[in-house]
């Protein structure tokens, strides 16, 4: 969500904080605030709500701030209003430390109210100032004193950023489940919630643990735990190109990564394949272990909830045992039944949101052995889960996730495939029909995306609605849970998805004349029931779009106003297919609505807050 960029070293930092908070833009935020300390000007703040361009315009690209320390952050509300007064970062009463902070800290009313009744003063709404006077307040010219003090003082999720006017050669980096790294350079140190920030300057990063709290200086970077005693951190080194966070001549990110698709799908599978047979060499269970389990517990949120809706329907179906999916953010309070044979599948593309990490902790406090499926190396998801898979994305930039979904889902098929060789519950003939066809997904989807003209033909003809359905059967259903939340979140249209079969229980009320439905008709299994379903929203008026295979094209033609149709492959690798052109429908429709698509209101990319 927020975004945390901080400079330590010997050049002017404010413009590199500009630098580092564009890279981030793509997290979402509602305003952006530079605090700098200079040997001539003290400590310098500039704060703007909107688009960081107004606080680089404020600055003049950061040239009218002076100094080689500083913090820069973009603020997705939570406590307060966008406004300038409630920007990050905030600054105590006496001007002594400025602070910015991704997070939110649960017992910031208590604190306040005790501060006030000191004769502290607060000038805005938010938790962060809370911080701010309370390390003001138990400074006694000792620093990592007073921030270790605040810390025992403070609940929450957090990641800060702390600059002390008294101690203008260093930084104070502490987080608690919510992501910060470190990033080191010759003569310059910085600190950041993402790697994107600091890839420009420095490849050599550090991913601080929870409850760890780093002085960053310009020679280096000291670590400490929770009782201040020194920590030994190993070095990562980042192998992927600036390029790759940059947009290559497309106009959105969201346009450049669903054309990436094939190439990533790709590099999640193919080295996965050696000699016909999935290879996990990161993962080691048992057949014992695998054949003992009650239940997978799939959990997750967003999109990769919808992946883990798809699959349910692959493992039930391959593996012959019960799995239910789970909102993250509902797992914790539903007294979930889980045993020491339970699988928690673990789902997240940062690999840092707070509901699916918290319900991973409660998952394998319970006892259930958790298996990460994630993108950012090194990320807390990741260290903590007892086994982990990367789905090698790269970089994704847009709020609305497409080669993250599509990387995942591949993951997906390979534990499902790899575990069900494991148990002897796959012939040997599917295994190989399916490892097959896997490895011609990414010419496929080249196919569909050659096509896109005609997508967004249709995105021009119903870009208007104000309500869309999705409407399909057994994966096809789960597929268009996905379709309709992109369109719902870049292009701000009401969109719904149903399980076909459930229409006539309700929802079928909601077809009028020239209502829109999207069928999803490409799983043969229940072609003839999902057509019917389409026979029912036409006999009421409305224009069906059908999302189909080729060797189904004609037939669903003869029933709807215009097909949509993938080229055929194995009925359970069918929604990296479908997907494809819902992304494309939502991404045109939000193109002709004139939607800001990389960045849509109230959005964040990594939700890392409750």
């Not at 927020?2 to 908070?21: D, H, N, Q, S």
């Not at 735990?225 to 030994?232: G, I, S, T």
């Not at 040997?428 to 066809?437: D, G, L, Q, R, T």
């Not at 069906?544 to 094209?553: F, P």
Request: hydrophobic content about 40%; overall charge negative; aromatic content about 8%.
């Amino acid at each position: 969500m927020c975004g945390i960029v901080g400079f330590v070293g010997r050049e002017e930092a404010a413009p590199i904080l500009l630098e580092g908070l564009s890279r981030l833009e793509y997290r979402g935020y509602d305003s952006a605030g530079l605090a700098i300390w200079g040997a001539q000007d003290g400590l310098q703040v500039v704060k703007a709500k909107g688009r960081l361009q107004v606080l680089s315009d404020l600055t003049q690209g950061g040239a009218t701030l002076h100094g080689s320390i500083g913090l820069g952050h973009t603020r997705w509300a939570t406590h307060g209003e966008p406004s300038d007064v409630n920007s990050h970062p905030q600054v105590s009463e006496r001007g002594r430390f400025a602070v910015v902070h991704n997070g939110i800290v649960e017992n910031y009313m208590e604190i306040r109210e005790f501060l006030q009744n000191q004769g502290i003063t607060f000038v805005s709404q938010t938790d962060t100032e809370v911080v701010a006077q309370l390390l003001d307040y138990l400074y006694e010219g000792d620093l990592l004193d007073a921030v270790a003090k605040m810390l025992h003082r403070i609940r929450g999720a957090y990641a800060f950023g702390i600059i002390c006017a008294d101690c203008p050669d260093k930084l104070v980096a502490v987080r608690k489940d919510s992501p910060l790294i470190l990033g080191h350079g010759e003569g310059f140190q910085m600190l950041a919630s993402d790697v994107t920030a600091v890839i420009k300057y420095t490849r050599e990063v550090t991913y601080l643990d929870n409850d760890e709290l780093a002085v960053v200086t310009p020679d280096g970077v000291q670590v400490y735990d929770a009782y201040l005693q020194p920590v030994e951190k190993e070095q990562h080194h980042v192998d992927w190109e600036i390029s790759a966070a940059e947009k290559g001549g497309y106009e959105h990110f969201m346009a450049k990564e669903i054309m990436e698709q094939p190439e990533a799908f790709r590099k999640t599978v193919f080295p996965r394949i050696r000699d016909g047979q999935v290879a996990l060499d990161d993962l080691h269970f048992e057949k014992d272990y695998l054949e003992q389990l009650d239940k997978i517990y799939i959990i997750a949120c967003g999109s990769s909830y919808h992946v883990g809706m798809v699959a349910k329907y692959n493992f039930e179906k391959l593996l012959r045992k019960p799995v239910e999916v789970a909102l993250a953010s509902e797992f914790r309070y539903s007294e979930p039944i889980v045993t020491g044979h339970t699988l928690a599948l673990v789902i997240s593309q940062s690999g840092e949101t707070i509901d699916t990490l918290t319900a991973m902790r409660e998952a394998k406090r319970l006892g259930a052995r958790a298996l990460a499926i994630v993108n950012v190396v090194g990320s807390t998801i990741a260290r903590e889960a007892d086994d982990v898979l990367y789905t090698w994305a790269g970089p994704e930039i847009a709020v609305a996730t497409t080669k993250a979904y599509s990387t995942q889902m591949a993951v997906t098929y390979l534990i499902a495939l790899y575990f069900a060789q494991m148990m002897g519950t796959i012939s040997p003939e599917e295994y190989a029909a399916i490892v097959s066809e896997l490895l011609l997904i990414p010419t496929k989807l080249e196919t569909i995306l050659a096509q896109s003209q005609d997508i967004q033909y249709y995105a021009s003809l119903y870009f208007n609605h104000p309500s869309i359905f999705f409407i399909g059967r057994n994966i096809d259903y789960a597929v268009g849970m996905e379709g309709s939340l992109k369109l719902k979140e870049i292009s701000y249209i009401h969109s719904e998805a149903y399980a076909a079969g459930e229409l006539k229980h309700g929802t079928i009320s909601l077809i009028e004349p020239g209502t829109l439905v999207v069928a999803l008709a490409s799983c043969r299994a229940v072609f003839e029931k999902e057509m019917s379903n389409v026979v029912e929203v036409k006999s009421r008026g409305a224009d069906v779009i059908a999302l189909t295979t080729e060797d189904l094209a004609g037939e669903t033609a003869k029933t709807v106003d215009h097909t949509i149709a993938i080229p055929t492959t194995h009925p359970m690798l069918l929604p990296s297919l479908d997907v494809v052109p819902l992304q494309l429908f939502a991404y045109y429709v939000a193109l002709q609505r004139g939607c800001d698509i990389d960045k849509p209101r109230n959005l964040a990319k990594s939700v890392t807050v409750e």
